[in-house]
């Protein structure tokens, strides 16, 4: 028996996979396309493991992915694979349609040709778990209730509207062909191997580099933030208990303004890593053009998830943002290897460096 891990270089998968391995002995088969946000060195910790397979492949791959299923027998898939970052969903949409709605249809399909297949019992207890985020749901006013399961999907941009359609396929498949499926639509996720491209690394390490932090529009649109290790544990109890068919909202209840975030990084960083002229990384603060359809407010009501399967979050805020930057201080060896090359490339074309 084995679990099946795609996107499994990427930051949420790879904390995953470190995760799982902790708290399972189960086999994984982590699989990844490889693409400029996968990388290796977030699974370096467990290479040598038994426990653990690396498979070099695009979720699109049938002919891969339908033998991997057979060979090692695999009770569940976990669906991490994506295009993720909503400014490259801006400028360049294609990868967005191509792995997040053709590569899950193809997927879906790998996995109900290996299904249909199974005895009676191994049939009952297969899982198919698709990860997705509430960026679904659209843009919430400042007094909206939070999304809950029931709101209506209103995606804003390529990557969000490419994430809705993949939730759709993988709701078909249950109703459908009666794939047993669970899907989890959680909030913006922080902490180790966060690749560099988004708001809180990205700001960490221009922080260091004496760069600017970029602040879209006026800093004052909300996000909800959840440490990546809650999230993780949030899907293994889905996983092992979730209701099929079904769909869990995972969140922190940490809604923060972008501006808040980044002065909260800049107070952190003060205290750990002083500037050598004693001023405060806050100066390097500067306002920047907005981002297109930019969404004001995301905020999860997770009530379903705690109620009926009893998870809470285990950080707040305050502690799990000071672990993420005491990780990237202690861990300049992968920043410097992720922040090279393509890496670069789209700093300067996003940014006009
Ligand atoms: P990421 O961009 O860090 O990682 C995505 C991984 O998928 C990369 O390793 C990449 O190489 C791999 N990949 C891309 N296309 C592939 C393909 N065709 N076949 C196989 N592998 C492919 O993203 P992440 O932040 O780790 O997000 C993981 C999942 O969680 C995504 O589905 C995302 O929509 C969802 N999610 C993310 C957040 C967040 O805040 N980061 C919040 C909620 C949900
Ligand atoms: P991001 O980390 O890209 O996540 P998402 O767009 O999926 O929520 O962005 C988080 C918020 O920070 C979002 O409102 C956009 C904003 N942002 C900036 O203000 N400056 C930046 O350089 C980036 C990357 C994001």
């Known amino acids: 028996m084995a679990i099946l891990v795609t996107g499994a270089a990427g930051f949420i998968g790879g904390n995953f996979v470190l995760d799982w391995l902790a708290h399972h002995d189960e086999l994984v088969i ?48 976990l669906n991490f694979a994506a295009e993720t970052h909503v400014d490259r969903s801006i400028t360049g949409p294609d990868e967005f349609i191509q792995t997040n709605i053709v590569g899950t249809f193809k997927l879906l399909e790998t996995v109900r040709t290996y299904w249909s297949n199974l005895d009676e019992a191994a049939k009952n207890e297969f899982r198919f778990l698709h990860v997705s985020t509430d960026e679904v749901y659209g843009s919430l006013s400042k007094n909206d209730p939070a999304f809950s399961e029931t709101n209506r999907y209103e ?48 700001c960490i390490l ?62 952190i960083l003060d205290e750990l890593q002083p500037r050598a002229d004693g001023q405060s990384y806050s100066t390097q603060i500067t306002f920047v053009k907005d981002r297109a359809g930019h969404d004001r407010r995301y905020a999860i009501d997770a009530t379903k998830l705690e109620r009926e399967l009893g998870w809470k979050p285990a950080e707040t805020f305050e502690t799990g943002i000071r672990k993420t930057v005491q990780w990237y201080l202690a861990n300049q060896q992968w920043v410097s290897n992720v922040t090279s090359g393509a890496y670069r490339d789209w700093v300067n074309q996003q940014y006009q460096a």
Do not use: M
């Open 30 to 77: 982590s699989l990844d396309k490889l693409t400029y946000a996968g990388n290796l060195e977030n699974l370096a910790s467990v290479t040598a493991n038994p426990r653990h397979i690396f498979v070099h492949s695009d979720i699109a791959n049938s002919v891969v992915i339908s033998e991997l299923l057979a060979k090692h027998q695999v009770r569940a898939v």
């Open 155 to 202: 995606p804003n941009s390529p990557y969000s509207a490419s994430k809705a359609a993949s939730d759709h396929l993988v709701r078909a498949y249950h109703h459908t062909y009666g794939l047993p499926v669970l899907t989890t639509n959680c909030s913006n996720n922080y902490g180790p191997y966060h690749f560099p491209e988004k708001l809180i690394p990205l």
């Open 206 to 267: 221009n922080a260091l580099n004496g760069k600017n932090l970029p602040i879209y529009g006026d800093g004052q649109q909300i996000r909800d933030w959840l440490y990546v290790t809650d999230h993780c544990s949030a899907i293994r109890r889905v996983l092992a208990r979730g209701t099929l068919g079904e769909t869990y909202n995972v969140g922190g209840w940490n809604e923060k303004a972008n501006l808040d975030v980044v002065n909260t990084l800049c107070t």
